[in-house]
């Protein structure tokens, strides 16, 4: 029992100084951003007394940074072109199921239309081996007529 009380106290120690820790984070960017100086995660660690590292390690204090980043940046730059691309690694991967999507649709169009396409080149075959049958014979039947000759049978009446 006293085990999973020093635990639950850890924890608790723990919890509450990462509390701490990101409050002092968000009210160190607010500091940057009132003195208007660059917005830098080395900025933010130092004034925030913290490791670079540990900004990097909580997504959500890592998203907040770069958001604010980017706002600043567009504010700062109205005017330019935004990045096209997407930030995020969830909106990549949006973006490439989509076109997965995409693609697996269009490879079953082709898939179809080629079925069509083998079944045109077969009736192509057939009747072109129908055509040379048909020429075949029409060679033998012109061969044949050309032997034989008709001879008109005179009758002399002397």
């Not at 504010?75 to 990045?83: A, I, V």
């Not at 909106?91 to 169009?109: D, G, M, P, S, V």
Request: net charge positive; with cysteine; hydrophobic share 30%.
């Amino acid at each position: 029992m006293a085990k999973n009380h020093n635990r639950d106290k850890q924890a608790e120690v723990l919890h509450r100084t990462q509390t701490q820790r990101k409050e002092q984070v968000l009210k160190a960017i607010q500091e940057i951003l009132a003195q208007k100086q660059p917005l830098t995660f080395a900025n933010i660690a130092n004034v925030a007394g913290c490791s670079i590292s540990y900004l990097y390690k909580w997504d959500e204090i890592k998203a907040y940074i770069q958001d604010i980043q980017d706002e600043k940046e567009t504010q700062l730059n109205p005017l330019e072109e935004k990045d096209p691309r997407p930030q995020s690694l969830k909106t990549l991967h949006e973006i490439a199921r989509q076109r997965i999507r995409e693609l697996e649709a269009e490879i079953k169009e082709l898939k179809h239309q080629n079925e069509k396409l083998k079944g045109h080149v077969t009736e192509i075959y057939e009747l072109r081996h129908e055509c040379d049958r048909l020429r075949s014979q029409l060679r033998e039947k012109a061969s044949t007529n050309s032997s034989t000759k008709i001879i008109p049978i005179r009758i002399n009446q002397s």
